[in-house]
């Protein structure tokens, strides 16, 4: 299986964005960790927030193309 980073830039990749409810269902528990080494060592540029949904909050990561 391929490691953390490489499943969350796919996911990153493919929909635009990774939330961390997501991130946690996946078995991923260092998201920002890993969005600071796709920041700094692969370049991806990457914007933050929280965001309200119908059962309180979730942390997005969206990916600026």
């Not at 990774?18 to 600071?36: E, G």
């Amino acid at each position: 299986m391929k490691n953390q980073i490489e499943f969350v830039e796919k996911q990153l990749n493919e929909t635009g964005e990774v939330t961390r409810n997501w991130a946690v269902s996946n078995y991923i528990t260092r998201l920002a960790a890993i969005m600071h080494t796709l920041k700094s060592e692969r370049g991806y540029v990457i914007t933050s927030k929280y965001v309200k949904t119908k059962n309180g909050k979730d942390f997005v990561y969206k990916l600026i193309v």
